[in-house]
């Protein structure tokens, strides 16, 4: 079955400084990588989270998906077509077919439009003209479980959680294959979490859009999704089964990112791991592991060679950025055999 989105060593880069002010400075690269070489694809009715802190390039994939972002290079192929070079009024039909619910539920939709018309708005941006606007709205509206007369009300007199629900209404509205949700739960009361995830659950069972889900918040990824990916400094760590990754993770910082998700049951013992320091900038990249400077585990090798992605050989859909993967170490050769192929790449 061949992938509905394919997206290949994406690269996004953002300028630091106008070319006048390069110049003048004498700044030789005025610009830094917000996200390095990603490569992911997902599968018709399938659900993938991005998982990172913040700045860590998730929102600037979807946002460069949806064309609201240019790469400098990679290539995003939507159900067989390449759009990354799809400019335009060009790119709306594939626009069409993907959709986006925004972090901030209530500020995310204009304050001067009625429910109704914010739900009518993609048909207008779309010229699709010949609709019952009552109808469309009364169906998007059950559709997300919100009564008719809801369509005459104005943001303002929206709850987070009932804003949250026109927002995915309004993403339904072309009947998208791709729904990308930029932080589905942010702002909400957890009992109103719940049900906005069980809202999307349901509407993927319904209606079998594929997902793409970003977040930094590991009990959405753990309730919504098959597979998922952890970014550090705009590149994939690790990518696998959300599953397996849950069970066995392999890279330290997804370590430390699971033991600081809070726990639900308050009898289970807590094992929480202590980062070290700050994510550093994104214009200054430390030089090897680009986590070695907050990695507990961090041998010298570590700061020296950058690891290229490795496949976990317990499962093939499973690869990490790491020379010594957790639970691996006792089994594995020594380091330095494991590591003979790259140590090549070694400053001399
Ligand atoms: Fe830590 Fe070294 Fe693995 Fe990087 S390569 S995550 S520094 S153990």
């Known amino acids: 079955m061949s992938a509905l989105l394919r997206v290949e060593n994406l690269r996004v880069r953002f300028r630091t400084m106008g070319p006048l002010k390069a110049l003048a400075t004498g700044t030789k690269a005025p610009f830094f990588d917000a996200v390095c070489g990603v490569t992911f694809e997902i599968d018709k009715g399938e659900t993938l989270a991005l998982v990172g802190e913040s700045g860590s390039g998730k929102s600037t994939i979807a946002r460069t998906i949806i064309g609201l972002q240019r790469?400098?290079?990679?290539?995003?192929?939507?159900?067989?077509?390449e759009i990354e070079d799809i400019t335009g009024a060009d790119r709306k039909p594939y626009l069409r077919r993907m959709a986006m619910t925004f972090q901030d539920p209530v500020g995310s939709l204009s304050p001067r439009l009625t429910v109704r018309s914010l739900l009518m708005e993609p048909f207008?941006?779309?010229q699709l003209k010949d609709r019952d606007a009552g109808a469309e709205a009364a169906r998007l509206l059950r559709l997300v479980g919100l009564p008719d007369d809801f369509a005459r009300r104005y943001p303002h007199q929206l709850s987070g959680g009932q804003a949250r629900r026109v927002g995915i209404a309004r993403a339904l509205a072309l009947n998208p294959d791709l729904i990308i949700a930029d932080e589905p739960t942010a702002g909400l009361d957890v009992s109103v979490q719940g049900e906005?995830?069980?809202?999307?659950?349901?509407?993927?069972?319904k209606l079998g859009m594929a997902i793409l889900i970003i977040t930094h918040n590991l009990n959405v990824v753990r309730h919504m999704t098959d597979r998922m990916a952890i970014m550090y400094l705009g590149r994939f760590i690790e990518v696998g089964s959300t599953e397996r990754i849950f069970e066995h993770p392999c890279h330290p910082y997804t370590e430390a990112l699971l033991a600081a998700n809070p726990e639900?049951?308050?009898d289970a013992v807590l094992n929480r791991i202590e980062l070290k320091g700050e994510v550093p900038s994104l214009m200054r990249r430390p030089s090897g592991c680009e986590?070695?400077?907050?990695c507990r585990?961090?041998?010298?090798?570590c700061s020296r060679v950058f690891p290229e992605p490795s496949i976990n050989s317990d499962d093939t859909k499973h690869s990490f950025r790491c020379h010594l993967p957790l639970g691996r170490r006792e089994a594995d050769p020594p380091l330095e055999q494991r590591l003979h192929l790259q140590l090549h790449q070694l400053p001399r």
């Open 124 to 126: 207008r941006i779309h």
């Open 264 to 266: 639900p049951d308050p």
């Open 291 to 294: 986590f070695h400077t907050r």
């Open 71 to 81: 790469a400098v290079s990679g290539s995003i192929n939507f159900d067989g077509q």
């Open 196 to 205: 906005v995830l069980n809202l999307l659950a349901r509407l993927q069972d």
């Open 297 to 301: 585990y961090a041998q010298d090798i």
